[in-house]
């Protein structure tokens, strides 16, 4: 299944006063009915025998109880139908005619025969939170409702409630729609929700008077910010949570085709997510062209989240955007992310320093206008190279180093997508370089290390071991393990 896609909209329905028919009487059956009645609606359940508790639903009005048999005409009229019998042929009959009218139906236990499915629930009325696995694994929908329930406070409702009560206050005291949000993400991050928390309503209500008066009183015009952010090496889980936060803030998103659509995920639902290209050999926007974007939007009062692969200042050209920033006298914080160095190291399993072997690290790139300008000279022993970009230029690279004086056998590691899950790790020797890059096509993004410490991703490389390949002079490295004072 493509990451970005799924077989269910995540919708809420309406249910209050609406028909809805759950056939069956068993504990299923139950739990579905008092999900519906919680919901509003008016539920008729299908059954020759129910449980003592739907019997006691009947008795209180809530729930109608037909016992007779029923035909295919019975079935008709409702907006939802579940299926919970322990009989299969008649769920299977109950879902066709439920298809042939466009009626919304779950047979349950049945993914195939659901054209609706009942999310798991975290429930903070009138906030509920719905985790669905798309009928995969209900068990990690349960799971992952264990999660959420402990980290959001039990009273976020009351908090929900008493912003819909200001609701109305607020957008007319605050007209301006990016303005407003402002004002509620203020109050959301200061002291307000601690005080609902606490029990103390009438306080949070005055502070947040108050929060509105000084606010309408100091409002003008508002500038924006620039925030420059790295994104990691590619893998979610690597974001720093300031970088979280501040694309979740953001109106605007510029990023870099590196960034993995996951990570888009964090911004706000009605941000402007601008590609700005940037891809190994295929014609992007000049970067005087995202400068200008970047200045044009932060001056319009715009927060900008500047997206970047790994960290921003790091061949990420986050240099310049300041210098364009600071040149218009716009203001900005910048986030660290997590470069490729130190991310394809870690997950190859190689130490980039390494006590007794090596103790300095070369950032360096093999892009370069012409081979000219590599400039890559003799490593000085104990040196580990992390090489960026250039993987169409390998053979130059190692046609360079080799003139430079250094050894054929001189360890090396490729680090083909680090971090995500289709993760490559090729070790071999210097001499060999040349032959590996065209033999297993190696393709960017890649990172490519070099040094004494690299063969050991044959020991440590502990992510998608699987794909680890051993390129031909490899083999001898992992006994050579050097071991020499500092
Ligand atoms: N600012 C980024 C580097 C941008 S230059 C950082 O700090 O990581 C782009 C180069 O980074 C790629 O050509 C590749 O050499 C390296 N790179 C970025 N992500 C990578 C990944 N997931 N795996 C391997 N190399 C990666």
New binding site residues.
Partial sequence: MDSTRSDNLAIFARLRGRRCAVIGGGSVAERKTRELVRAGARVTVLSPDVTAGLRDLERDGEIDWLEQAFSDQTLAGFWLIVAATDDKSLNEHVFEVAEATQTFCNVVDDPERCSFIMPAVVRRDPVTIAISSDGHAPVIARWVKGLIETLIPQQLGALATLAGRWRGRVRTAITDMDERRRFWESVLEGPIPDQVYAGRPAVAEAALEQALDRWHTASGARTGEAYIV?AG??CPDLLTLRARQLLSQAEVVLYDR?VPAEILEFARRDAELISVGKR?GRPSIAQAQINRLLVEQVKRGKRVCRL?????M???RGGEELEALAAAGLPFQVVP?V???I??AAYAGIPLTLRGVTQSVLLTTGHTESSADLDLGLLPSGQTLAL??G?ARYPQIAEALLAAGNSPSLSIAI??????PEQRVITTTLGELTEAAAELDIQ????LLVGETTGLAEQYGWFAPERHVAYKGAQSQRRARPARAV
């Fill in positions: 790295g090496p590619g590196l190994a970047k692969g790994g960290d921003p790091i061949f990420g992310g470069s490729a160095a991310a394809c960026y970009m993987v680090v083909e997508r680090g971090t995500l960017s993004p890649a990172l």
